[in-house]
């Protein structure tokens, strides 16, 4: 390969280093102590779960339930400050659910079975824009939750940063060559 092969190859590299960087993750709904999507028993606050959550237009989050006792529907504000179940946004209820965020805002999600809602199966998540748009300030009185070292890590991330160091020594070692 002469150098333009090689300059090529840097930068179809360098994209996908750009692309691994931006790539969306995926956030268990739960904790090392209560992993599934469930009744609080004391093990789990869902509110203070969410405020863990740094999520972003892109991300999904993944929740995992006994279909015959649990679902999971998004509401808006008003139903959601109700616990009104019956106006749902959507539903899933297949037992193992991937919730893709599309819009920035916030998100509201809770259990559609009789009295989940009322025993707190439920939260309010902010979602800030991808990561690709330009940086945003944060509002000063914004409502973003701050990270906490209670919060579950990333199905993803691992793999998604090992992947990236990878991609980065790479492109180091092949600048060097050039
Ligand atoms: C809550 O439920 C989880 C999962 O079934 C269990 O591991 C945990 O011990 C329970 N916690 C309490 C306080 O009952
Ligand atoms: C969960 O935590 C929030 C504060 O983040 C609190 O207002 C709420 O009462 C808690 N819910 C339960 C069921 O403990
Ligand atoms: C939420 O949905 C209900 C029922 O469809 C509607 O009456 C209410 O205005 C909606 N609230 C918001 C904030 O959109
Ligand atoms: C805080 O938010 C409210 C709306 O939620 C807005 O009207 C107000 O201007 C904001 N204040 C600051 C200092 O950004």
Redesign the pocket.
């Known amino acids: 390969m002469g150098p333009r092969g090689l300059r090529t190859a840097l930068i179809g590299l360098n994209l996908l280093c750009v692309f691994l960087d931006a790539s969306a993750t995926v956030y268990n709904v739960g904790t090392s102590t209560m992993p599934n999507w469930m009744l ?1 028993n004391g093990s789990v ?1 869902y ?2 779960w969410a ?1 863990g959550i740094t999520l972003r237009v892109g991300d999904s989050l993944y929740f995992k339930y006994n279909p015959n006792l649990h679902n999971v529907i998004s509401v808006n504000s008003t139903s959601f400050a109700a616990c009104d179940t019956k106006n749902f946004l959507q539903v899933w209820d297949e037992g193992e659910s991937t919730v893709l965020i599309q819009e920035p805002g916030m998100h509201y999600f809770t259990c559609e079975a009789p009295t989940h809602c009322q025993k ?1 199966q439920a939260f309010s998540i902010l979602a800030l824009a991808a990561l690709e748009s330009p940086p945003q300030a944060a509002p000063s009185n914004s409502t973003a939750p701050a990270p906490k070292s209670s919060s579950v890590p990333a199905l993803h991330q691992p793999v998604l940063l090992n992947s990236l160091m990878l991609c980065l020594t790479v492109l180091l070692l092949a600048s060097i060559e050039l």
């Open positions: 609080p606050n509110t203070e405020k707190s």
